[in-house]
């Protein structure tokens, strides 16, 4: 049984940081892009940042420089790190595993991050 269980979200200042992890178990870690995405209400779910097998990192243009993705191959977690947030990073944020070959994708549950003071 594949499963993808986020945590780390949670009310954060603005300016101020955060750490999701996606804790990956069930598929072959090391043949799977892993991904973060993030969704507000009414509108679709946008990519944040992924990482493929190699290890090279892609954001959406105008996220990097703040969040950072990285994986732990051997404790199969994919992290999301995020600086200096503001009220727009508000969003369930879901992480995703989508096989290096076009097949299998799947996905988390989602954790919710609220920007506020």
């Known amino acids: 049984q594949v499963q993808l269980v986020e945590s780390g979200g949670g009310l954060v200042q603005p300016g101020g940081s955060l750490r999701l992890s996606c804790a990956a178990s069930?598929?072959?870690?090391?043949?799977?892009?892993m991904g973060w995405y993030r969704q507000t209400p009414g509108k679709q779910r946008d990519l944040v940042a992924d990482?493929?097998?190699?290890?090279?990192?892609n954001y959406a243009g105008s996220l990097e420089g703040r969040f950072t993705i990285s994986r732990d191959i051997k404790t199969r977690t994919v992290y999301l790190h995020m600086n200096n947030v503001n009220s727009e990073d508000t969003a369930v944020y879901y992480c995703s595993a989508k096989r290096w070959d076009g097949g299998s994708e799947y996905w988390g549950q989602g954790t919710q991050v609220t920007v506020s003071s």
């Open positions: 069930g598929i072959s870690f090391n043949m799977y892009w």
């Open positions: 990482i493929d097998t190699g290890g090279r990192t």
